[in-house]
């Protein structure tokens, strides 16, 4: 699975960015599909995810409720919608695939095998 991530940019507080995951090279509707961040000096932290076996989503207490993490199958790609944005969502975002990973480790990024590049969001105040 090759995945190209975009949509990053810099954005007021309280503004809105929607980040695109464009996926190839597998069947997009069997991958569990989710994004991580990572804020500089930190540990890659989970942000959402799709689950691949019910199409349930989840995700962080910290964005539940201003992101909403969605796919189009037709396209093979994931987003992320991000409203209300705070200065502590600055980070890199990261789309992660997996096909077979199990739901107990979809909040792990350890356990995703696919990666992409990663695209900088960068929210002032």
């Known amino acids: 699975v090759q995945l190209v991530e975009s949509g990053g940019g810099l954005v007021q507080a309280g503004g809105s960015l929607r980040l695109s995951c464009a996926a190839s090279g597998r069947s997009f509707s069997r991958v569990t599909m989710g994004w991580f961040r990572q804020a500089p000096g930190k540990e890659r932290e989970f942000v959402a995810v799709l689950w691949r076996s019910t199409g349930n989503t989840y995700y962080s207490d910290s964005v539940k409720g201003r992101f909403t993490i969605s796919r189009d199958n037709l396209k093979s790609e994931l987003y992320l919608q991000m409203n209300n944005l705070k200065p502590e969502d600055t980070g890199v975002y990261y789309c992660?695939?997996?096909?077979?990973?199990?739901?107990?480790?979809?909040?792990?990024?350890?356990?995703?095998?696919?990666w992409g590049q990663g695209t900088q969001v960068t929210v002032s105040s």
């Open positions: 992660a695939a997996d096909p077979t990973i199990i739901f107990s480790s979809i909040f792990d990024s350890r356990q995703y095998d696919y």
